[in-house]
């Protein structure tokens, strides 16, 4: 049962241009949702994040948007950089008394140059 | 300040070899987590800890993995016996645990293989 999906394995993009990548979930009662980027040989990093209360959240280049109705959210970056080229994996945070915390597969950018 | 910190960086055994991993966490953190990524996949809870104590072990395979967090700091992951299905990137983190504190901080994994 995959809870959190991330339905795009891979997405391409040019230098400059807008990156859009998207993630939807089941269940209506997670509380927090984040991007983790990870580059190779290396852990995931925490990248943003969004309470469940929210629609919108933005750090700089990188924004979030959450639609309950839809239980969707996608992560926009703008404008791309080929520093960028990682996999971005988004995650439900739940707190159930026991805080679990269900990543998707992830979604690898690639931002040409 | 130092991240979370893993050992080893990679592993290669024989099938039903036993193997350990090593994790010291940010210092301060009292939650520390182990996950499992496959290949294409995303990290999978294998256990977390509230200090010393394991709160959800729910997804850990018991049979044969098992694992401690002695004095509430660094944590010890072992495999025995390791199965060619373990061979996978085992991931460990850190917060600061608590409500609100749901951003977790990974170190760089160990790659596992079993041959």
């Not at chain 1, 809870?3 to 795009?8: G, L």
């Not at chain 2, 009292?30 to 977390?48: A, S």
């Not at chain 2, 049979?63 to 016996?81: M, N, Y």
């Amino acid at each position: 049962d995959q809870q959190v999906k991330q339905n795009s394995p891979s997405l391409s993009v040019q230098e400059g241009r807008i990156s859009i990548l998207n993630c939807d979930y089941t269940n209506s009662m997670f509380d927090y949702f984040l991007w983790y980027k990870k580059y190779p040989a290396e852990g995931p990093t925490f990248l943003i994040s969004i309470s469940s209360i929210k629609d919108k959240n933005e750090d700089g280049r990188f924004t979030v948007f959450l639609n309950k109705s839809a239980k969707h959210l996608s992560l926009h970056i703008v404008p791309s950089q080929p520093g960028d080229s990682a996999v971005y994996f988004c995650a439900a945070y739940l707190d159930t008394g026991g805080f679990k915390t269900i990543f998707g597969a992830g979604t690898r950018l690639f931002v040409k140059a | 300040e130092a991240g979370v910190v893993q050992s080893p960086r990679y592993k290669i055994i024989e099938k039903k070899q036993p193997v350990a991993f090593w994790c010291n966490p940010i210092s301060g953190h009292n939650t520390l987590y182990w996950y499992r990524q496959n290949l294409g996949q995303g990290p999978e809870l294998l256990i977390r800890y509230e200090n010393e104590e394991a709160v959800d072990d729910s997804q850990l395979p018991k049979d044969r993995f098992s694992a401690e967090r002695l004095k509430g700091v660094d944590s010890t992951l072992k495999i025995q016996p390791a199965e060619l299905g373990d061979s996978a990137v085992y991931l460990c983190a850190s917060s600061l645990g608590g409500p609100g504190q749901e951003t977790q901080y990974f170190g760089p994994g160990t790659r596992l293989l079993v041959l």
